[in-house]
């Protein structure tokens, strides 16, 4: 199964994994050229699954400036998923925090380099687990070999 993760925002974050062997490509990329990187992957690359960071207008993002880089993008890979008929799932920021700390992904050894593309990987993983895929867990180096 191939997972497409989006941590959309002014910076985006978008990783491809691949289930059956855990490899995946990771981008951390300012969101003008983020849409062309998800249509590229979205149209050519037809992965299995779409799991996108759902976004939630909470008390601290109604201060911030207005997140339109976000949830256009969101509502636009939403409709590109529809048509290119790619089932979406979505779930909050903290969720997917929740579920694959940085510590998790060390363990199964997914540790992305950059917040963004990290956040996307917990949102490919958490996506992932919704349809029963769990990577596994990897020694650490220290106990390689043993």
């Not at 990783?15 to 990771?26: C, K, P, Q």
């Amino acid at each position: 199964m191939r997972i497409l993760g989006l941590d959309p925002g002014g910076t985006t974050g978008i990783v491809l994994v691949d289930t059956d062997d855990w490899t995946y490509d990771a981008w951390e990329i300012p969101v003008n050229k983020a849409w062309g990187q998800i249509w590229d992957l979205l149209v050519w690359q037809t992965p299995d699954l779409v799991s996108i960071e759902q976004f939630i207008v909470t008390v601290r993002t109604a201060t911030l400036p207005r997140q339109s880089d976000a949830t256009d993008l969101i509502g636009w890979a939403k409709g590109l998923a529809k048509i290119c008929k790619v089932p979406l799932v979505s779930d909050s920021a903290g969720n997917a925090k929740a579920a694959w700390s940085n510590e998790r992904l060390s363990m199964v050894g997914l540790r992305v380099v950059g917040d963004h593309a990290r956040d996307a990987m917990r949102h490919a993983l958490l996506g992932a687990q919704k349809h029963g895929k769990v990577p596994p867990l990897r020694p650490r180096p220290d106990e390689e070999g043993r």
